[in-house]
């Protein structure tokens, strides 16, 4: 008896269902032994993370205030990875955008709450797009790898915000923190039922179904699609490569942007030395997840905010650090890739001497 | 060894890929000293089989004997230690290392620290034996093709290869390095070595081999002794029918020039010089057919002169308008169309359906869009009108397009490109690896498109078909174009082969008014 | 020259790290595997040497062990990549993620130690020699190992015939494959020794650049010997050359900063990665006039003997 791999010619929508779930089921399994042999007791864990996050009203809203920029973040990089641009980024670009709505906050004040939060808005969109815009054109231009400017921007962004917290913004009033003074109440988003959900739960609604209809229904979704399937035949259709990965960079890092201004305006109320708890690089495995479907990363985003959630708790309660949260997300990353080998290809086994197997011919002739 | 038992035998071979039988049950031999060529249609399975044979392929069913034992080979590594050696039609060739440490890749036995003079030594001792000569310094990617194919051979002999699969060695040679080619050839019959001889090519068959077995679809359909047979029989075994392929071309006066370059100088993807100079027009009804030798600069010529690659020098123009590196959207927008060699690299993208593909040249004009919206309705019924009208066999217009076979695929696009009747089509090896169904398929629509007053600038490897379907036919040789032929038929084919190699040959040569441009 | 050589014996010394990690890349990526996954692989290196060297009080135990470790990290690597063709480039970073999150979990119980790590060996004659000695002889053993890895992997990569086989595998699978060489075993092979490789320049940072565990020690140094690669056109004496560099922004960064300068400290600590994008802007450039050769060809494509193109 023998194994032989083929790929598979056509693939069911139940396996796109399935796959991701059980990659999923056997990440939390896998997670849960290593948890054991460092010494945690994955139960303990598990539980400790499931009553936090959905044990009550409080940490359902807890989740969900997560999975708002989560999934904001989320359909940013979406973006770009469906044009096979590797926005690495989004965790730079949710910095820059916080930093750009504090500078208007603390030199454009006005009275006016809709003209605050516009202005904010405005800025944290334009700083973040930018910021991966310059990623965007290099890449573009010169063929500069974007995975490593991106990141290298991320740690630019993030010493900026260190020199801001610590330097000229920083609060008299803190004692020593890193952060800035709380932003006035015009500069704050409006929160819902007395919870932590913030406005940027609109931005959350909104984005997924608007990307998903941009997508699928528009010349330019058409056009970014063949362009990350295969860039040689966009340009030989007469699409312009150049400045839709400047484009489409711009735009991810502006919704990034946004989600790192909402962060600020609708939770923490200022800008402060690591407020982002990593969404950036989690981005990456919800977009990565949802298989880079807008409706499919809102289902994901929920399920890391519970991780996401029950880290803090296991911080606090098991006095984990917080990023140990990331042994489980790079398990689930790891399943969710040897789930895609089962995806695109088969594995049969053959008796030796009865020739029935169907091996690799993606074409039907010999070239 | 006994000199009775064949070097090879093959048995009852089977080899299926998904969807398709590639072998089915053929039977195969090779003796000492015998040239035995492998004839069939593309897709016939002879590659197949020899990709078997040399240990690429495990086969579903059959036996193999090498000098009358049974062996089973993993790898071709395996194959390599039993003597079987093979040149593949695209070399198996590191481009970055140069000759000698291509001659010894995967060997072992060698020591751990290369002994390059020995190496080198050994080298020019085989390549003096066989007429081989290279230079065992040059990096591969300085070589051209015929010299790659040299060292391709050299390898195999380096590594005592006794048993020696050549796989279409004369697609990309000129036809005196073809000649060139047999010569050593027979060099090697006569040292004992048994040589498979890959090819479809009738007239290089019944010259070189002693025996020739012919594919049909997967299976076999005979072995002959080359010296009891005749060309028209092996065509008949090879189609399955007698098929005389005749091209029904009408006389048709020559038009406006449509496309036209002058003094076009552009660059390959390496920086070097690709286009040196090249001044050629196409006219309204008229087929210009391009020959030379693979990898003379003709895909970038192509490439060129519909906006895809930049124009260092010189001017392109779209009747008689100035369109030099112009966006390729300019160049649609005028009617220029173009299908390029690389059906699934370039022309579509595999992974996206039948009816996603068929708006890649339109997706901006209406019906099927409107404003910047896409209507998915119009596009699967335009994409249902083109699959019937271009009879495009695929379960639906829903199927990504990477489930369809070669001449689907080439169907699809023909259709594309042909389907708002184009001022020009450029199109690259559009038979390339098609069956002879498909390729009458192309070739008369082509032939139609012409009639119908279009232009056709017409690449192709293989000279009979750019001598039968070419109003003209130029030659091109290092990025130059050697000369414009009228008439290809009536032109010796020694001398378009000499124009490959680069002999500038005018066109009064040939006692005809001359058209050099 | 009082101020000079102090601070390239610094950049020395902080180069090595980023210079073990970008060989091992180097290695890996020959063999056409890309691993974006070094800043994960250089934290589990770095806790590992500590952890083992702080229990067993050999330093030289802990640079073996986190060697051990990384190849295991680089064996799940492999088996994504090779033998699933996943993708690598989200590989690389679940490895990433993984590392760092599997380190700073277990190195909870060690922050705040310290050790007496790799000790100072001056090379005799070789220390005296004006400049050049205080500069590369009067280092630790794994310092003058990684001198010793450069020059092997030079004339490796030139004149063996496994540095051969390992640079047609990354060069032309396809072609190798049809030589006998066994594509599959190459790349795990050079995966896992790359990724060993890049764990020992994680274990330098703990057992003679810090002597000390932290949470995300490595700040990025991974990231940064992934773009040295790219700098260093997969050479290792280029590759020698670009880490000192970057060793030497990081020295002449610290010893401005406690030289009491007015410019803010997160600004200093910016240059090491504006220099990266600098560096690797420069040499894109470059190759955009068709100037640079050298990167593996297959670099990041999966290989499928019996699928056609």
Not at chain 1, 259 to 275: P, V
Not at chain 1, 280 to 292: E, K, N, P, S, Y
Not at chain 3, 6 to 34: D, F, Q
Request: hydrophobic share 50%; charged share 15%.
């Amino acid at each position: 008896m023998k194994l032989t791999i083929e790929p598979r010619l056509s693939s069911s929508w139940r396996l796109a269902v399935f796959i991701p779930v059980f990659s999923l089921a056997a990440a939390l399994f896998s997670g849960g032994v290593f948890l054991y042999f460092m010494g945690v007791s994955p139960f303990q864990a598990y539980r400790a993370i499931l009553t936090a996050s959905l044990g009550d009203a409080y940490g359902l809203s807890e989740t969900v205030v997560k999975a708002i920029p989560l999934t904001m973040t989320g359909i940013a990089v979406m973006l770009s990875f469906t044009m096979l641009i590797w926005n690495i980024g989004a965790e730079g670009q949710i910095f820059v955008g916080a930093i750009a709505a504090t500078a208007v906050v603390r030199f454009f004040y006005t009275d006016s709450r809709p003209v605050m939060l516009i202005m904010m808005f405005l800025a944290a969109g334009a700083a973040g797009g930018i910021w991966a815009a310059i990623a965007g054109f290099m890449r573009a231009k010169w063929s500069v790898n974007e995975i490593i400017t991106t990141l290298m921007l991320n740690y630019i962004a993030m010493n900026l915000l260190n020199y801001f917290v610590f330097g000229p913004w920083r609060d008299p009033s803190s004692l020593g923190f890193p952060m800035t003074p709380p932003f006035p109440d015009t500069a704050r988003l409006p929160v819902f039922w007395g919870t932590r959900i913030h406005g940027g739960l609109i931005l959350a609604i909104i984005l997924p179904l608007l990307f998903w209809f941009v997508l699928k229904f528009t010349r330019w979704g058409y056009e970014i699609r063949v362009m990350g399937e295969n860039p040689r035949a966009a340009g030989f259709a007469g699409m312009n490569y150049l400045r839709n990965v400047v484009l489409v960079m711009f735009i991810s890092g502006a919704i990034a942007g946004i989600a790192g201004m909402c962060e600020l305006s609708g939770l923490q109320g200022r800008l402060q030395h690591g407020f982002s708890g990593g969404y950036g690089f989690t981005a990456i495995i919800v977009a990565w997840l949802a298989r880079l479907h807008p409706f499919a990363i809102v289902l994901v985003s929920f399920l890391m905010g519970i991780l996401l959630v029950g880290g803090e708790t296991l911080q606090i309660v098991m006095r984990l650090p917080l990023s140990s949260i990331m042994v489980l997300q790079g398990m689930i990353l790891f399943f969710v890739l040897g789930g895609e080998f089962f995806r695109k290809y088969r594995i049969r086994s053959v008796k030796d001497d009865d020739a029935v197997p169907l091996q690799a011919a993606p074409s039907g002739e010999e070239k | 060894m006994n000199t009775e038992q064949p070097l090879v035998h093959m048995e009852g071979i089977t080899k299926r890929f998904a969807g398709v039988t590639a072998n089915f049950g053929i039977n195969f031999e090779v003796r000492r000293g015998e040239v035995h060529a492998l004839l069939g249609e593309n897709g016939a399975g002879k590659s197949t089989l020899m990709n078997i044979l040399y240990g690429l392929y495990r086969p579903d069913g059959g036996k193999i004997f090498i000098s009358g034992k049974e062996i089973s080979f993993s790898s071709p590594g395996d194959a390599r230690k039993a003597g079987i050696g093979m040149v593949h039609q695209h070399f198996m060739l590191i481009r970055s290392q140069t000759v000698w440490e291509n001659m010894i890749l995967g060997l072992d036995g060698l020591p751990l620290v290369l002994p390059r003079r020995e190496i080198k030594e050994r080298i020019l001792g085989i390549s003096e034996q066989y007429g081989l000569q290279v230079d065992p310094d040059a990096y591969i990617w300085q070589l051209s093709i015929g010299e790659q194919q040299r060292v391709a051979i050299l390898q195999m002999l380096f590594r005592q290869a006794n048993i020696l699969i050549l796989d279409e060695p004369t697609a990309v040679l000129t036809p005196q390095e073809c000649e060139h080619l047999f010569e050593t050839v027979r060099q090697m019959t006569a040292e004992g070595h048994g040589i498979v001889f890959i090819s479809h090519k009738l007239d290089e068959v019944m010259g070189l081999s002693s025996r020739v077995t012919i594919l049909r679809r997967g299976k076999l359909a005979g072995t002959l002794d080359t010296s009891s047979t005749t060309k028209e029989r092996l065509a008949e075994l090879m189609v399955g029918k007698k098929m005389v392929f005749s091209i029904d071309k009408k006389e048709l006066a020559r038009g406006r020039p449509v496309l036209e370059c002058s003094s076009l100088h552009a660059l390959g993807d390496r920086g070097f010089p690709a286009v040196s100079g090249a001044s050629i027009s196409v006219h309204e009804h008229e087929i210009l057919g391009i020959a030379g030798v693979a990898g003379n600069g003709q895909q970038e010529l192509c490439e060129a002169m519909v906006g895809l690659r930049k124009a260092e020098s010189g001017s392109v123009r779209v009747k008689g308008e100035d369109m030099t590196n112009r966006a390729p959207k300019d160049f649609i927008d005028r009617g220029v169309h173009y299908i390029p060699a690389d059906r699934k690299g370039t022309g579509l993208v595999p992974n996206m359906k039948v009816s996603e593909n068929s708006i890649l040249k339109r997706y901006w004009k209406r019906p099927v869009s409107k404003g910047f919206f896409i209507k998915w309705s119009e596009v699967a019924a335009f994409a249902i009108k083109l699959v019937s009208q271009f009879s495009v066999s695929t379960p639906s217009v829903e199927t990504p397009v990477r489930n369809l076979s070669g001449g689907n695929l080439q169907k699809l696009m023909l259709g594309r490109e042909l389907s708002d009747d184009p001022a020009v089509v450029l199109a690259v090896h559009p038979t390339w690896g098609l069956d002879v169904a498909a390729t009458c398929f192309v070739r008369e629509q082509l032939l139609s498109h012409r009639e119908r007053g279009g232009a056709v600038l017409l690449v192709s490897e293989d000279l009979d078909e750019l001598i039968s379907m070419s109003d003209r036919l130029a030659v091109m040789c290092k990025g130059e174009i050697m000369g414009v032929l009228e008439r290809p038929a009536d032109v010796p084919v020694e001398s378009i082969g000499l124009m490959m190699a680069g002999t500038v040959i005018r066109d009064e040569a040939f006692g005809r008014e001359g058209s050099q441009e | 020259m009082e101020i000079i050589i102090p601070i390239l014996t610094a950049a020395v010394r902080s180069g090595t790290p980023i210079l073990y990690a970008t060989l091992g890349e180097i290695i890996t990526e020959k063999a056409g595997i890309l691993n974006l996954g070094l800043e994960g692989i250089m934290l589990v290196g770095a806790y590992t040497g500590f952890s083992v060297a702080y229990s067993s009080g050999s330093a030289w135990l802990g640079v073996g062990a986190a060697f051990l470790v990384g190849t295991l990290m680089g064996l799940i690597h492999a088996f994504i990549c090779v033998t699933l063709k996943g993708n690598q480039v989200v590989s690389g970073l679940a490895i990433t993620m993984f590392g760092t999150g599997a380190s700073s979990l277990l190195g909870r119980e060690f922050v705040g130690f310290t050790i007496p790590g790799l000790s100072r060996i001056p090379l005799p004659v070789l220390s005296d020699i004006p400049v050049i000695g205080p500069v590369f002889f009067n280092h630790d053993a794994l310092i003058y190992s990684s001198y010793i890895l450069v020059l092997f992997f030079c004339w490796f990569f030139t004149s063996t015939r496994p540095g051969l086989n390992l640079r047609a595998v990354g060069d032309n699978p396809r072609a190798a494959d049809a030589m006998g060489i066994s594509v599959t075993g190459t790349r795990y092979f050079y995966t896992l020794l790359g990724a060993g490789i890049v764990a020992v320049g994680g274990a330098y940072m703990s057992l003679a650049y810090t002597k000390m565990w932290g949470e995300l020690m490595t700040a990025g140094r991974g990231w940064i010997a992934v773009a040295l690669v790219i700098f260093a056109i997969w050479n290792p004496a280029r590759a020698a050359f670009g880490a000192y560099l970057f060793g030497g922004v990081e020295a002449f960064q610290l010893r401005l900063q406690t030289a009491g300068t007015t410019i803010p400290t997160p600004v200093l600590m910016m240059l090491p990665y504006l220099m990266t994008i600098g560096v690797l802007l420069f040499i894109s450039i470059k190759k955009g006039k068709g100037i640079l050769f050298g990167a593996p060809a297959s670099l990041g494509a999966p290989f499928f003997r019996e699928e056609r193109d």
